[in-house]
């Protein structure tokens, strides 16, 4: 064997090494944490007694309605005006309440003077 040779063979070795062949799917079945769920009747008769029929009406009709932003049955009768998002910068102050803290330290100033 000639050192090409050899050498071919480190390449190819390392080459599957670092990018392996494609593994054979597995045989085991997908894992659903929901699979054979189910709940007692009286447990949902009670989910069902506790919201009113009025409410779940009108969650139904509201559900109906055109919305502008999501979109709906029908489009708005004027084009939502949309923003880019972008939002002027605030000049940069003094932070609210610091006449305040100036103040008291002023007084600690005057305080400590008249301890001298």
Known sequence: MSELDDLKR???ELKNQIDPPP???SNH????PTEGMSMPRSAMQAMIDAVPDALMRDLRSDARKPNPITGGATAP???VKRG????DA???TAPEGIKLVDQIAEGFEKRERRGQ
């Open 10 to 12: 480190q390449v190819a």
């Open 23 to 25: 593994r054979s799917p």
């Open 29 to 32: 079945p997908r894992f659903d």
């Open 77 to 79: 009768s004027q084009p």
């Open 84 to 87: 880019s998002g972008w939002v």
């Open 90 to 92: 605030k000049p940069l």
